[in-house]
Nanobody
């Protein structure tokens, strides 16, 4: 599985940005997709997750109500719609994929649950 992110850049506080992650190499319906982020000198942290086959999406508490994970089957793409961004959202955002057997719900926030990672795209929120 290959994952390629795009869409990062400079955005002002309160603005919006949409990140994209294109997947190839395996049927998208087999994948559980997630976004993580890593700020300078901080550990990588979970942002959002959803299974391609459906079901609920899960979010890190600080992004609930502001970020939305969206899938597009026709384009093999998962998006992260970021609204009302804050300075603390500044980070490299990485796309990750989990293959069957998928991690259980209680484990979707763990880095170790994911088999494939993209290179990341930088989001810089200016105040």
């Amino acid at each position: 599985v290959q994952l390629v992110e795009s869409g990062g850049g400079l955005v002002q506080v309160g603005g919006s940005l949409r990140l994209s992650c294109i997947s190839s190499g395996r049927a998208f319906r087999d994948l559980s997709m997630a976004w993580f982020r890593q700020a300078p000198e901080k550990e990588r942290e979970f942002v959002a997750q959803m299974r391609w086959s459906g079901g609920p999406a899960y979010y890190e508490d600080s992004v609930k109500g502001r970020f939305t994970i969206i899938r597009d089957s026709a384009k093999n793409t998962v998006y992260l719609q970021m609204n009302n961004v804050k300075p603390e959202d500044t980070a490299v955002y990485l796309c990750a994929a989990d293959t069957p057997p998928w991690a259980i719900v209680s484990s979707v926030r763990r880095i170790s649950s994911y088999d494939y990672w993209g290179q990341g795209t930088l989001v810089n929120v200016s105040s």
